[in-house]
């Protein structure tokens, strides 16, 4: 059975979600953070894609970023991950694979949906109990977008910028929005997307995707169809 194309709207952002293979470590020491972290600065710009959140677990990424094209997606990942692969096989002295198949995606609606995700991405070291607080997580993206840390290849989106009309009050909302925890029906709806490669956001967004890309972008009804 062919494999369900993946949703991609130009100008849309994306959730993605890379695994280590058998939820295995994909990251083994600092350097490997470091690497992957310049390479997807270098893959971005490269490929046409904007990066506005991140997270690096031991075993898995997200990120949140927009494709500049249809293709620029599945170029990104691709390039960064068979780079980070030979890296990986080369210093470890391992062969085979890495990553656990295909990435994970789904498109998101830009407002108040991409701005859950970026809370979903930068807290998630928090839920899994590696820190108390996202900004003792060196991994992420959370210095950059709630504490103004340098961070060359990070763009905000729209919803981020709306946040206030200068650096410090964005900041600032920033700080406060990520101080709640996302609702566990929230995060599960998030889970449910990505993973299954369907569409976040409001019922008409959803129709609107549908409707543009002629297919459904929702988990469709069990048992077999009328």
Not at 53 to 68: F, G, K
Not at 79 to 87: A, D, E, I, T
Request: glycine share 6%; net charge positive; with cysteine.
């Amino acid at each position: 059975m062919p494999r369900r194309a993946r949703i991609v709207l130009p100008d849309v952002p994306m959730h993605v979600i890379q695994r280590g293979n058998n939820k295995q470590a994909c990251f083994f020491r600092e350097t490997d953070y470091s690497l992957y972290l310049e390479w997807l600065g270098e893959s971005a710009l490269k490929t046409g894609c904007q990066i506005h959140a991140y997270v690096l677990m031991t075993n898995h990424v997200h990120l949140l970023i927009t494709a500049l094209s249809p293709d620029s997606a599945g170029h990104l990942m691709k390039q960064l991950g068979q780079r980070y692969v030979q890296y990986i096989n080369r210093t470890y002295r391992r062969s085979g694979t890495l990553w656990e198949g295909r990435y994970r995606s789904c498109l998101v609606q830009s407002d108040r949906y991409a701005l859950c995700c970026y809370r979903y991405i930068e807290l998630n070291p928090v839920r899994a109990r590696i820190v108390e607080h996202p900004a003792e997580y060196r991994w992420s993206s959370y210095r950059s977008n709630a504490l103004g840390e340098r961070n060359p290849f990070i763009q905000p989106l729209s919803a981020y910028e709306a946040l206030g009309t200068n650096s410090c009050q964005r900041e600032r909302c920033y700080r406060e929005l990520l101080s709640t925890p996302l609702s566990s029906e929230l995060t599960e709806e998030i889970r449910g997307a990505t993973n299954g490669n369907y569409v976040l956001g409001t019922e008409q967004f959803q129709q609107r995707v549908a409707s543009t890309l002629g297919r459904r972008v929702v988990r469709g009804a069990p048992g077999r169809p009328a």
